[in-house]
């Protein structure tokens, strides 16, 4: 996770196991070339705006824009079912976009239980950030 440059922040399960580098390179590149806006966020019913299996920096920043409390956010993260790494980049970003401590320190502690089965070593997962990209 965390490919493209930080804009990938969280995947579900099945994007993890499988590996889904060409869903996750879309994922990116549709937030860099169309990012989801505050009326999306404010119209969806998880962090995944665009119901693509991952959750994007500007998805993130666009339900703080639509005006979402903490809590509102935190339950459309969790209801995703994604597992969120940050790096210290992608925390910095979320802050300049104005995304409270509270829920960026909440995510990385969301859907602990598929952070753990994923982790398991028969599965093969890593489930950590990259290494920073310098973009």
């Known amino acids: 996770m965390g490919a493209g440059g930080g ?12 590996r ?14 169309a990012p989801a806006t505050p009326q999306q ?10 119901n693509d299996g991952f959750v994007t920096l500007d998805e993130v920043s666009a339900m703080k824009q639509a005006g979402l ?6 339950d459309r ?3 995703t079912g994604q ?3 940050l790096t210290p980049e992608q925390q910095d970003q979320l802050r300049r976009n104005g995304v409270s401590e509270n829920v960026i320190r909440q995510m990385s502690d969301l ?6 089965r994923l982790a398991s ?13 310098g973009r």
């Open 7 to 18: 804009y990938l922040l969280g995947a579900n399960s099945d994007k993890l196991l499988q």
């Open 20 to 33: 889904d580098t060409t869903g996750a390179e879309r994922a990116v590149q549709t937030a860099q070339t």
């Open 41 to 50: 966020a404010a119209n969806a019913t998880t962090a995944d705006i665009n």
């Open 69 to 74: 409390s903490d809590q509102v956010m935190i």
């Open 77 to 79: 993260l969790r209801a």
């Open 83 to 85: 597992v969120f790494e």
């Open 111 to 116: 859907n602990r239980d598929v952070r753990d």
């Open 121 to 133: 070593p028969q599965n093969g997962v890593i489930l950590k950030p990259p290494p920073p990209t």
